[in-house]
């Protein structure tokens, strides 16, 4: 496993944006965000490949954009026009050869006025 450093989350009105960024401490060939709702199972909100192919859930498409930072190795949630059904807690994703899966702790984002 490797480490994963996430930033981002918090409070924000309905409508608002948000914007959550994780670090790996290694080079991995897959990036992405893991939601999970309280009651809820954790599901995939979006994936990026290091052959830059991305995944988004349907309930996220045209809202959330996942793009690879400077650092080769950092990935970015760019979240607009969030509603109250984002509420969750995000996780960080990651996988490399050779590392296995990794998950980061997880940062809180909460859609409510």
């Known amino acids: 496993q490797v480490q994963l450093v996430e930033s981002g989350g918090g409070l924000v009105q309905p409508g608002g944006s948000l914007r959550l960024s994780c670090a790996a401490s290694g080079r991995m060939r897959a990036m992405g965000w893991y939601r999970q709702a309280p009651g809820k199972e954790r599901e995939l909100v979006a994936l990026?490949?290091?052959?830059?192919?991305?995944n988004y859930a349907d309930s996220v498409k045209g809202r959330f954009t996942i793009s690879r930072e400077n650092a080769r190795n950092t990935v970015a949630l760019q979240m607009n026009s969030l509603k109250p059904e984002d509420t969750a807690v995000y996780y960080c994703?990651?996988?490399?050869?050779?590392?296995?899966?990794?998950w980061g702790k997880g940062t809180l984002v909460t859609v409510s006025s």
């Open positions: 990026l490949t290091s052959d830059g192919s991305t």
């Open positions: 994703y990651a996988y490399g050869v050779g590392y296995g899966t990794s």
